[in-house]
């Protein structure tokens, strides 16, 4: 299974961004193999809307869970409309995140966790 | 001729000027563009002779044609469509109205449905023509809203006298690149400079003649003239604090109701403009 998780920069000891739409880095993880796809988010100075064209690009690629900090409104309905499970409120190292989520210990949010333009500074 | 009342910051004094300016002109017609939370009324007691609803489109898709090819969520530069796993998502608080949807999609799959976002209201106040807007809650947008009043103004009338919203966002940028003069209201204090800058930014931009009214004028005044100075932008008029101008908004009374002596400073303040604009 594929996941994708929020990170500050591109390798598994990196720290979880806290924002989803604006994350500075998007990891792929393939959490049997540990393989690492590191994507530069391109959402980060988008306009509006970065939610929903990150939660596009982690739909693309395949991604069948995601884990971040927090979740917006409009993020959270395309990412539930694809199917995707979505897990909020971690932080730590991006390797921590998915060991958790291996262990069981994580449970899936029904909702999104903060207002929409969370993640925007203006 | 139709003149914006801007400011950048918020509460430095647009609507004062803005009404008093109206009522010191013959025949002018003054428009609240601040949709969001119209205020002109209050001073003017307006009689409401109509309103015009003002619709936002919603992008609809029918699924039944779409092959889920992207082309509109890809056109949009808002990012009010996206496509995920044979579902096509519209947020239409992110829609801007463009349509370009419709247009780009090669199976005719998207249709234009209209929601109403608000209101224009148009009737007389005190021998004036008089026009707001009214933006509906949670409506994210106000820009439809002043486009329709800015084309309700009777081209063959008075000068039209609109009250812009504060900040610089995109419905001031339309009021003010609407008109032939923007008048910009500010006051001598750290924060009214800061938004002042922004605001001569967009009329600069926009290419169109702006001038400066410093509102509760007194001893630091010198930081909003000397940012004037260096920009060439003439202050046309200062009106200085006084307690007794805020005591006459609170009830709602008009500066020119209050003080009659202002009348004469704000017919030279029209003249002005309308010399600078002539040129």
Redesign the interface.
């Known amino acids: 299974m594929k996941i994708a998780v929020t990170s500050t920069g591109s390798d598994l000891d990196a720290q979880i961004d806290p924002r989803f739409g604006r994350a500075q880095y998007l990891l792929i993880i393939d959490v049997e193999s540990y393989e690492v796809e590191a994507i530069e988010n391109p959402n980060i100075a988008?306009?509006?809307?970065?939610g929903?064209?990150t939660?596009?690009l982690v739909?693309d690629r395949g991604a069948e869970a995601v884990l971040t900090g927090n979740c917006g409104p409009?993020a959270f309905?395309?990412l539930a409309?694809?199917?995707l499970k979505i897990y909020t409120g971690l932080n730590g190292s991006v390797r921590e995140a998915v060991e958790s989520l291996k262990s069981g210990e994580l449970t899936p949010t029904e909702g999104p966790s903060v207002p929409g333009h969370f993640g925007s500074s203006g | 001729m139709k003149i914006a009342v801007a400011s950048g910051k918020g509460g430095t004094g647009k609507t004062t000027v803005a009404v008093s300016l109206a009522l010191s002109v013959p025949d002018a017609q003054l428009v609240d563009a601040d949709a969001e939370e119209p205020n002109c009324h209050l001073f003017l007691r307006p009689s409401i002779q109509r309103t015009i609803p003002v619709y936002m489109m919603v992008p609809h898709v029918d699924l039944t044609k779409c092959d889920f090819c992207r082309k509109c969520?890809d056109f949009c530069?808002?990012?009010?469509l996206?496509?995920?796993?044979e579902?096509v998502?519209v947020?239409p608080e992110?829609c801007h109205g463009c349509t370009g949807c419709v247009y780009v999609c090669p199976r005719e799959a998207i249709v234009a449905r209209q929601r109403q976002i608000g209101e224009v209201e148009i009737g007389a106040a005190r021998g004036m023509v008089f026009i707001q807007g009214r933006l509906k809650p949670t409506e994210p947008s106000a820009v439809r809203i002043v486009r329709e009043e800015i084309a309700q103004i009777d081209p063959k009338g008075g000068p039209a006298i609109i009250d812009a919203s504060p900040g610089t966002a995109c419905a001031v940028q339309d009021t003010i690149g609407q008109s032939q003069f923007c008048l910009l209201v500010t006051e001598p204090t750290p924060f009214g400079l800061h938004d002042l800058k922004m605001a001569m930014d967009v009329a600069q931009e926009l290419g169109v003649p702006s001038g400066v009214v410093i509102n509760r004028n007194g001893a630091r005044d010198s930081i909003i003239e000397d940012e004037c100075r260096k920009r060439n932008i003439p202050v046309l008029l200062k009106i200085p604090f006084d307690r007794r101008v805020a005591e006459a908004y609170s009830r709602g009374q008009p500066l020119v109701d209050a003080f009659p002596e202002w009348r004469e400073s704000l017919r030279s303040l029209y003249r002005e403009i309308e010399r600078r604009v002539m040129t």
């Open positions: 988008a306009g509006g809307g970065a929903i064209q939660s596009q739909v409009n309905r395309t409309a694809a199917g | 969520a530069a808002f990012n009010a996206a496509v995920v796993k579902q998502l947020f992110l």
